[in-house]
């Protein structure tokens, strides 16, 4: 998991308003929506399957003097959100996390890491943005970016905020916070040299797409590896060379790398570790205790390094990754759209092992 606990103070307000049969359920005070005073989001009720996530309605937030209200145009659904949902996590972090997230359910049950959209309203002591600015962001542990609107501060606990370039769309630009930001910050870490040999296991999704082409940018020789139906698209972005790992085993065909980035963590460390030159690195994303516990000693008693973690970038590094985008350098893969109201099954969609890049979900358009 690529999450590190962070404050969560900002996360939307949580009081769940839903309909049921027929029936509003509104507690006094609270207006319609017509009245701008509630918001659609989607609430993941317990641990569980997709099932678990319901479409309501909650009070809409107000900015504080340092915050920022941003309507969501656009977010996305990534193998973390569906990690949360389940509480599908490694033994040795379950408990902090557990307690972090909520012990029977979801404490903060807007579930969504980065978002795209406008900014409609500033607190007084906002000084870097301003009303109608199209922003894109990474909420970090507070999360809550499943919504119609959401509030955040000029740098968000953990996250991200920058401005969109005007040729980028807002579905393009929800993809980039979480996945293009962890992608950098990894690689930087690495870090990645021109002329570098690099392989990337788990090239196909939010992060591996980045990561493959963040590589090439850097002058590397990119190897890619995924499910045989994502390799098109990974040489499309630029991969030198594409391994279907199920006809093949990376680790078993002699080859070695300067630097080995194993998005999901499901590769063999042993195996891998075998496939580094002297003084490679092996960058791990999610990583199991057994992992850790090898990483480390490889890291003692050998040229080899194993790194575990990349710092959260900065509003800087997203205005950079922006910048790429919209200068055409780096590429935002939407593999398919869904609406707000079909969360669950763009969940299903995600633990399909198919999906090519990203999931988008559509939150209102520009003239809704």
């Given at each position: 998991?690529?999450?590190?606990?962070?404050?969560?103070?900002?996360?939307?307000?949580?009081?769940?308003?839903?309909?049921a049969?027929?029936?509003?359920?509104?507690?006094?005070?609270?207006?319609?929506?017509?009245?701008?005073?509630?918001?659609?989001?989607?609430?993941?009720?317990?641990?569980?399957?997709?099932?678990?996530?319901?479409?309501?309605?909650?009070?809409?937030?107000?900015?504080?003097?340092?915050?920022?209200?941003?309507?969501?145009?656009?977010?996305s659904?990534?193998?973390?959100?569906?990690?949360?949902?389940r509480?599908?996590?490694?033994g040795?972090?379950?408990?902090?996390?557990?307690?972090?997230?909520?012990?029977?359910?979801?404490?903060?049950?807007?579930?969504?890491?980065e978002?795209?959209?406008?900014?409609?309203e500033?607190?007084?002591k906002v000084q870097?943005?301003?009303?109608?600015d199209?922003?894109?962001?990474?909420?970090?542990?507070?999360?809550?970016?499943?919504?119609?609107?959401?509030?955040?501060?000029?740098?968000?606990?953990?996250?991200?905020?920058?401005?969109?370039?005007?040729?980028?769309?807002?579905?393009e630009?929800?993809?980039?916070p979480?996945?293009?930001?962890?992608?950098?910050?990894?690689l930087?870490?690495?870090?990645v040299?021109?002329?570098?040999?690099?392989?990337?296991?788990?090239?196909?999704?939010?992060?591996?797409?980045?990561?493959?082409?963040?590589?090439?940018?850097?002058?590397?020789?990119?190897?890619?590896?995924?499910?045989?139906?994502?390799?098109?698209?990974l040489?499309?972005?630029?991969?030198?060379?594409?391994?279907?790992?199920?006809?093949?085993?990376?680790t078993?065909?002699?080859?070695?790398?300067?630097?080995?980035?194993?998005?999901?963590?499901?590769?063999?460390?042993?195996?891998?570790?075998?496939s580094?030159?002297?003084?490679?690195?092996?960058?791990l994303?999610?990583?199991?205790?057994?992992?850790?516990?090898?990483?480390?000693w490889?890291?003692?008693?050998s040229?080899?390094?194993?790194?575990?973690?990349?710092?959260?970038?900065?509003?800087?590094?997203?205005?950079?990754?922006?910048?790429?985008?919209?200068?055409?350098?780096?590429?935002?893969?939407?593999?398919?759209?869904?609406?707000?109201?079909?969360?669950?099954?763009?969940?299903?969609?995600?633990?399909?092992?198919?999906?090519?890049g990203?999931?988008?979900?559509?939150?209102?358009?520009?003239d809704?």
């Amino acid at each position: 998991m690529c999450l590190s606990a962070r404050d969560a103070r900002h996360a939307i307000p949580l009081l769940a308003i839903e309909k049921a049969g027929g029936t509003d359920h509104r507690p006094p005070g609270i207006l319609k929506r017509g009245q701008a005073r509630v918001m659609k989001a989607i609430h993941c009720t317990a641990y569980g399957p997709p099932e678990v996530l319901r479409l309501v309605e909650v009070p809409k937030p107000a900015p504080k003097d340092d915050e920022i209200l941003i309507r969501i145009r656009a977010t996305s659904v990534t193998a973390a959100d569906c990690e949360i949902r389940r509480f599908d996590f490694p033994g040795w972090i379950w408990l902090p996390l557990r307690l972090w997230f909520g012990l029977r359910r979801p404490r903060h049950p807007v579930l969504g890491q980065e978002l795209a959209g406008d900014i409609e309203e500033t607190g007084a002591k906002v000084q870097s943005f301003r009303h109608g600015d199209r922003v894109f962001a990474a909420t970090g542990m507070a999360l809550g970016a499943h919504a119609e609107w959401i509030c955040l501060r000029e740098q968000p606990e953990g996250g991200a905020l920058a401005k969109i370039p005007a040729n980028v769309s807002y579905a393009e630009a929800a993809t980039v916070p979480y996945g293009g930001r962890e992608a950098l910050q990894f690689l930087r870490k690495g870090p990645v040299r021109r002329g570098d040999r690099v392989l990337i296991n788990g090239a196909g999704g939010s992060f591996g797409t980045y990561a493959v082409q963040l590589a090439r940018l850097l002058g590397a020789h990119v190897t890619a590896v995924d499910r045989g139906i994502k390799l098109d698209m990974l040489r499309s972005l630029g991969a030198d060379e594409v391994v279907d790992y199920i006809q093949e085993d990376f680790t078993s065909n002699g080859r070695t790398y300067d630097l080995i980035f194993d998005v999901m963590g499901k590769s063999s460390l042993a195996r891998g570790l075998g496939s580094l030159t002297p003084h490679g690195k092996f960058l791990l994303s999610n990583p199991r205790f057994g992992q850790l516990l090898r990483g480390l000693w490889a890291s003692v008693t050998s040229g080899k390094k194993v790194i575990f973690g990349a710092e959260s970038g900065t509003n800087e590094d997203l205005a950079y990754l922006g910048g790429l985008i919209g200068s055409g350098q780096l590429r935002a893969v939407v593999d398919r759209v869904f609406p707000l109201e079909d969360m669950a099954e763009a969940h299903r969609y995600a633990e399909s092992g198919l999906k090519q890049g990203n999931i988008v979900i559509s939150v209102s358009n520009p003239d809704g």
